[in-house]
């Protein structure tokens, strides 16, 4: 039988997780992936949940490789984590594939009727890949100060940003914005919506 997958294909070799999941009104369960990696998910207007079935989201819904889109009060929430498999920070999960999960969760909330008014995004601790983009793009080097404004030029210059602008959630508002620069324990919260 030929199964449709969300991902890519490496080598050859089809790698994401499978495609009818997103095909009715709701899913639970255990999925096996592209490459025989099995993983719950849940599908349903509200959210979105793919993870490992032995490990679960703590409760800042941080996971060592997962993904999560909830939608609450037309905001939607996003936890996004493919690095981290088999307790490996920097390795990839074979099969999850952030930007591909992130265009099938929104055809798939538009398809529900979902509405969704805000994209709320945490990009946490100095590993986080999107924490460092952001720190880049301020270029703290030369500009160890950076203004409101240059803080909300850079959170535009993130993959995050970069998968949703598309999607027209390209306006951020200074007044939702938050960067927690404490060295240990740095973040960024803040959310996107439409001009």
């Known amino acids: ?21 997103f095909n009715q009104d709701r899913f639970e369960g255990k999925i096996y992936t592209a490459s025989g990696w099995p993983l719950y998910c849940c599908v349903s ?3 979105i949940t793919i993870t490992d079935p032995k490990n679960s989201f703590d409760g800042l819904g941080r996971h ?6 909830d939608v609450a009060s037309q905001v939607l929430t996003l ?6 498999f ?21 055809n798939y909330f538009e398809r529900q009727n979902t509405v969704i008014n805000l994209v709320l995004s945490c990009w946490e601790g100095p590993e986080a890949d999107t924490y460092q983009q952001f720190i880049a ?11 409101l404004e240059q803080q909300l030029q850079a959170a535009k210059k993130v993959w995050s940003a970069k998968q949703i602008a598309p999607l ?15 060295p240990d324990n740095p973040s960024v919260l803040l959310g996107f919506s439409k001009p």
Not at 88 to 105: G, I, N, R, V, Y
Request: charged share 25%; hydrophobic share 35%.
């Open 86 to 106: 088999k307790g490996d920070s920097q390795q990839k999960h074979p099969d999850l594939f952030a930007a591909e999960l992130l265009k099938a969760s929104f």
């Open 45 to 47: 207007p509200e959210q």
């Open 1 to 21: 039988m030929n199964y449709e997958f969300i991902g890519k294909t490496i080598n050859g070799e089809p790698r994401g997780v499978p495609a009818n999941i």
């Open 64 to 69: 060592p490789c997962g993904f999560r889109a």
């Open 137 to 147: 793009a301020l270029d703290l080097e030369q500009n160890p100060d950076p203004s």
């Open 79 to 84: 936890s996004i984590y493919s690095k981290g």
């Open 168 to 182: 027209g959630f390209t306006k951020i508002d200074p007044k939702g914005f938050f960067w927690n620069n404490i």
